[in-house]
C-alpha cells in the first residue's frame, strides 16, 4: 500500500512532526512515551524524513508533554468512568488508543476536516471514538457535545496557535459543562511566540504561534487551577543521558523555564 499523500500547511502541518518525534522516542532505548502507534502510522504517510529531523531535540518536550496529559486522562476517566472526553486538535494523535477508556465513556476526536480525513485513512479506530471534522472554535460542533456529562476537555498543541478570541471562545464553552469537568492543556511564554514564528521551519510549515500563556481565571471565573506544571521539570524528570541535564539546567532559568507550561483548570468546586 502506498503511502498516504499529506497536503497540510500552517499549524495542521505540526502533526507529522509530533508524529516523527514520538516514534523517535519509542525506538530509542529509554522512551518517555513509548507510543506504539507511531511508526506504524508514520510508515502510512508520506513525509520527509531529513526535514522532520530538525526537529528532533524537541523529542522530549514533546513526548514529556503528551505523557503528563495521558495520566490527566487516566485519571479524569478513573474519576469519572462515565464521562465524555473531548480530544481537540487531534491530529494523528493515538491517545484513545493508547489508553484503557471505561466502558462507559465517550471520546471524540476533534480536528479540521482534511485532518480528520486523513485520520479515518491511517488509524482503524474503534465505533466508540467519535471524529468529528470540524474546527475546535467551530461552535456548531458542540452540539454534539453531552451537556449533562462531566467533560476533559484536552487540547495538546492546539492553543498556541489560534487568534487569542477563538482560545477564549473555546474556554467559555468549557467554563459552561458540568461542574467537575476538566480543561488540560499546553502554552507557550508571549515571548517565546516572536522566535518560534521566526525560525526556519515554522515559516516553511506556515505554521506560527498567535496566543501566549495567561492566567485564564480572570477571564473565566468558573476556572480554578489545579495544576501548572514546567515542561522543563517534566523534561529533566523523564529524559536520560545528556538531555535530563539540559532540561534541569533550563529549569533553573527563570526565562527558560517559563517558556511552555501544561495546565488543568476544573469547572466549579475544586472538590
Same mark, same amino acid.
Given at each position: 500500500m502506498s503511502p498516504e499523500p499529506v497536503d497540510l500547511r500552517g499549524s495542521e502541518a505540526t502533526l507529522l512532526m509530533t508524529l516523527f518525534l514520538r516514534d523517535r522516542d519509542a525506538r530509542s532505548a529509554h522512551p518517555v512515551l513509548g507510543d506504539r502507534f507511531a511508526g506504524e502510522v508514520l510508515a502510512r504517510v508520506q513525509h520527509d524524513p531529513r526535514a522532520l529531523g530538525r526537529f528532533s @531535540?524537541?523529542?522530549?518536550?514533546?513526548?514529556?508533554?503528551?505523557r503528563r496529559l495521558d495520566e490527566w486522562a487516566l485519571?479524569?476517566?478513573?474519576?469519572?468512568?462515565?464521562?465524555?472526553?473531548?480530544?481537540?486538535?487531534?491530529?494523528?494523535?493515538?491517545?484513545?488508543?493508547?489508553l484503557a477508556r471505561p466502558a462507559g465513556s465517550?471520546?471524540?476526536?476533534?480536528?479540521?476536516?482534511?485532518?480528520?480525513?486523513?485520520?479515518?485513512r491511517v488509524y482503524d479506530l474503534p465505533d466508540d471514538v467519535e471524529l468529528v471534522g470540524a474546527s475546535a472554535a467551530d461552535p456548531a460542533w458542540w452540539e454534539r457535545v453531552d451537556a449533562?456529562?462531566?467533560?476533559?476537555?484536552?487540547?495538546?498543541?492546539?492553543?498556541?496557535?489560534?487568534?487569542?478570541?477563538?482560545?477564549h471562545a473555546i474556554v467559555d464553552r468549557v467554563a459552561g459543562l458540568p461542574a467537575? @469537568?476538566?480543561?488540560?492543556?499546553?502554552?507557550?511564554?508571549?515571548?517565546t511566540m516572536p522566535l518560534a514564528n521566526a525560525t526556519p521551519g515554522f515559516r516553511e510549515m506556515g505554521a506560527?504561534?498567535?496566543?501566549?500563556?495567561?492566567?485564564?481565571?480572570?477571564r473565566h471565573p468558573t476556572l480554578h487551577e489545579l495544576d501548572?506544571?514546567?515542561?522543563?521539570?517534566?523534561?529533566?524528570?523523564?529524559? @536520560?543521558?545528556?538531555?535530563?541535564?539540559?532540561?534541569a539546567a533550563c529549569d533553573v532559568v527563570?526565562?527558560?523555564?517559563?517558556?511552555?507550561?501544561?495546565?488543568?483548570?476544573?469547572v466549579g468546586s475544586r472538590s
Open positions: @531535540s524537541d523529542t522530549v518536550t514533546v513526548c514529556a508533554r503528551a485519571a479524569f476517566l478513573g474519576e469519572h468512568p462515565a464521562g465524555q472526553v473531548l480530544h481537540l486538535g487531534c491530529g494523528l494523535d493515538s491517545r484513545p488508543l493508547r465517550r471520546w471524540l476526536d476533534v480536528d479540521l476536516p482534511e485532518v480528520a480525513d486523513l485520520r479515518r449533562d456529562r462531566p467533560t476533559l476537555v484536552l487540547a495538546e498543541g492546539l492553543f498556541m496557535y489560534l487568534p487569542p478570541a477563538d482560545v467537575g @469537568s476538566v480543561l488540560a492543556f499546553d502554552a507557550v511564554a508571549g515571548w506560527r504561534f498567535r496566543w501566549g500563556d495567561e492566567d485564564l481565571r480572570a501548572d506544571v514546567r515542561v522543563t521539570a517534566l523534561g529533566a524528570r523523564a529524559a @536520560s543521558g545528556a538531555w535530563r541535564w539540559v532540561y527563570p526565562v527558560l523555564r517559563d517558556a511552555m507550561h501544561l495546565h488543568r483548570y476544573v
